[in-house]
Every structure is written in C-alpha cells, then in structure tokens.
C-alpha cells in the first residue's frame, strides 16, 4: 500500500524565516521516516484576515479552499511554527481559523471534516533560548480544538539562527535524533489510523 502522506507548512510567510528553514529539515526526516512529504508556502495561499460577515457576502477565499484540499488529500500534518511575543503567529492562527469553515459546495472536504481525527506533530524555532515553545503549547491546544490527533513528541529549536547547515539540516546530533523521533512517531501514527504499512 502506498506510504502515508504528510503535508508540511511553517508558520510564516517571511521568505527567510527559520521556521522555514525547520521545515524543510522536516521534510528529509519525514522522508526518512517512510512516508511521502508534501513541503508547502503558506505565502502562496494568501488569505484575508478572517471575518464572519466577510465569508457570509463572499464565501471562502479560494486559497483556502486550495489549501482545504490539500490537508483533505493528506493522511497527516507537521506545522513548523515560529513564536512571536510568547504566542503563535497571527498568520498561523488566521489560516487555520480560515481553514475550519465549511465550504457548503464542498462539505466532505472543507472544514472540521479534513482535521477530525488526524495525527498531528508541531515543531518549533525561535532564536531564543526556549526555541518556541511556548507557541507549540498553544497550538497544540489549538489543534486539539480541531478535532486533530497531536503526538507526544515534539522539537524547539533554541537560538535557531545558529541551527542550520547550508542545506537547511539540523547541526546538533541531539536535535536531529529529536526531529527524526518526530518524525518516525507521526509517520506510525498515520500509518496505524489509515492502516498503511510502513517500510523503513
């Protein structure tokens, strides 16, 4: 059976950003895992600030019905999220807000629907020395609320501008096996809930 499917997004859109950087490293652990990652830009699914009145007159942005999609199609997430003021990012919290409305032409595949009982892992950068963690408490809470199935494991990268090799991997040995046990427990998660074996 084919390998379960990981979408991957960091929490920013700046093109720089390290949470970027953490997700791209993501993208080789969950590979290594077993399992077929699908690295996105959240820059290239802009949307406006979420507002009831303005999805009551103009229905869904078709970003995220672009996105709705793709979270539908795929068996897990990993969101790389960086911490702005102890907090999640306001682009983070707006895109998932925007992504847990029904699309009425589409119900099957919009809304709470594509979240409810998926695995979920979250990982996090700052160049602080706490690595973002206490953005990853909320949202992990935050994905809870959504229905999503979040894993114990989970990586804060402290100081994570001195993180990185050119390639966008890991340096520290510790925090690498970190990201892989990410890695590996999210891609046996979704592969026990979809029962799709995994070969490493």
């Known amino acids: 059976m084919a390998p379960p499917r990981v979408l991957i997004f960091a929490g ?17 652990a969950i590979d290594a895992a077993g399992a077929r990652g699908t690295l996105i830009d959240l820059a290239d699914f802009e949307m406006p600030l979420y507002n009831a009145d303005l999805e009551a007159s103009t229905g869904l942005p078709p970003a995220t019905r672009r996105l709705q999609a ?9 969101i790389a999220s960086p911490e702005y003021n102890g907090c999640m990012p306001p682009l983070l919290v707006n895109t998932l807000d925007w992504c847990s409305r029904t699309d009425p032409q589409l119900v099957a595949s919009s809304g709470l ?3 409810a009982d998926k ?25 809870g609320y959504l229905g999503m199935l979040v894993i114990a494991q989970q990586l804060a990268v ?3 501008q001195q ?13 690498k096996s970190a990201l892989a046990a990410v890695a590996s ?4 998660a979704a592969a026990h809930l979809h029962q799709q074996p995994v070969e490493l």
């Not at 720089?16 to 080789?28: C, G, I, N, Y």
């Not at 993180?163 to 510790?174: M, N, Q, T, V, Y």
């Not at 427990?185 to 046996?188: D, G, I, N, R």
Request: proline share 4%; net charge positive; charged share 25%.
């Open 163 to 175: 993180a990185f090799d050119a390639d966008d991997r890991l340096i520290d040995e510790p925090q």
């Open 119 to 143: 695995p979920a892992a979250v990982v996090g950068s700052s160049p602080g020395a706490l690595g973002g963690v206490r953005a990853l408490i909320q949202l992990r809470d935050l994905l």
């Open 158 to 160: 402290a100081r994570a």
């Open 12 to 28: 920013s859109a700046r093109r720089q950003a390290l949470s970027k950087r953490l997700a791209r490293a993501s993208l080789a």
């Open 113 to 115: 629907k594509i979240f």
């Open 70 to 78: 793709l979270i539908a199609e795929h068996d897990a997430l990993l």
């Open 185 to 188: 427990a999210l891609v046996s």
